[in-house]
DNA sequence: ACATCTTTGTCAAATTATTTGACAATTAAA
DNA sequence: TTTAATTGTCAAATAATTTGACAAAGATGT
C-alpha cells in the first residue's frame, strides 16, 4: 500500500505514460535499430513502413514507438535470413504486441511503495482471488518477484 | 501457451524491448512535452536534466526515454505550481520508477497467444501458489483482466 | 552464365532543424 | 522598488535531413 503521496505521484505518472506520444528522427531510428536511412526510405518507398507526420510538424521524417519496434523486428528477422516481403509479413503477424504489452502496464499500475533498493508495484485485482492484488516487488539486482496481497 | 513459434516471436521481441535504446532531438522532447527548447536548455544549464550525447553521436542534444519521463514529471508539477526547484526535487523522488516499471514488463513477459481482439500474456510465476503464473487478458475496448492458471 | 530485378550505398544541392550567444521581456522573490 | 530567475526572440553558423540520381551489390529467373 502506498501512501497519499505515492497515489499522487502514481497518478501523475500513470497520466504521462498513458498519453505519452513521442517521435523519433531517421537518424535516431537508424541508430537505435542499425538499419540505414537509404534502408528506411526504401521500406517506406516500398510501403512497409511510414513515417508519422502532419503539414504542421515539420518536413523530417518522425517514427513512432510502435514504427521503431516494428523496424527493429523486421531488421531482427532480416538477420535471420528472411527477405524483405517475409521479415515484413512475420512482423505483421503481431503487429498489435508491443501496443498491448506496453499498454497493459500503463493501465494496469495502481499504486507503488518504496522499498529498500527498489518499488513494490500494485498492478490491481486479480480475477477468482477473493480481491486479491498483484504486486511486483522490484528490486536492483534482483529477479522481480510476483505474489498476492 | 503459446505455440512454438510464439515463444520464438516473444524471444525476439524481448530482446527488442530489453535493449532499446533510443534517443529523442531537442524539437521531438519538445513537442511531446509541450516544454519549450529555451526552457530545456535553461534546464540543462542549471543541471535539472542532460542529454545524452557520445562525442561520435552528432552535435545535437540527445535525450533518452527516462529523461523524457523525468521533463514530463517536472512539467507535471510546474503546472501544479510548483517552483522549478521543487518540482525537480519532487521528481527526483522516485526518479527510478519509470526504470522499475518498464524494466518490469521487459523482465516478465514469458509468453503470449493471440486471442479474439488481443493478446493473453504470460508473466511468470508468482509465489506461494503452487507454481501458477500469472497471465494478462488484452482485449481492444475491454478492461485487461488478471488472472492466475 | 547472363539478364533482369531488387536492394543498398554514395553524393550533390537544397532545405530544415538545432546550436550558441546575446539581449529583451516577463515573472518571481527579496 | 530592486534584484534575481526564467523565458522569449533573433541572427549567424552549423548540423542533420531531404530529394533525385546514379552506381554498386545482391538476389532471382531463365
Redesign the interface.
Known sequence: MGDKN?AA?VT??K???KN??????I???S??TGVSQRKLRYWEERGYIHPENSSD??QHR?YS?FM??KI??IQ??LKEGYTLSAAVQ?TN??H???K??????K???QN?T?VPG??E?D???????QGKH?Y?L?RSNK??????K
Open positions: 505515492n505521484y501523475r505518472f497520466d504521462i505514460i505519452e506520444h513521442f517521435l523519433f528522427g537518424g535516431d531510428i541508430k537505435a510538424e515539420g518522425k514507438h521503431f519496434l527493429a523486428m531482427s528477422f512475420k503477424e503481431h498489435k504486441l508491443g498491448a504489452v506496453f499498454g497493459f502496464v493501465e494496469r499500475l507503488f518504496f527498489g518499488y508495484i498492478l490491481g485485482e486479480v480475477n477468482d482471488t498483484i511486483a522490484i529477479k522481480t518477484e510476483l505474489f498476492l
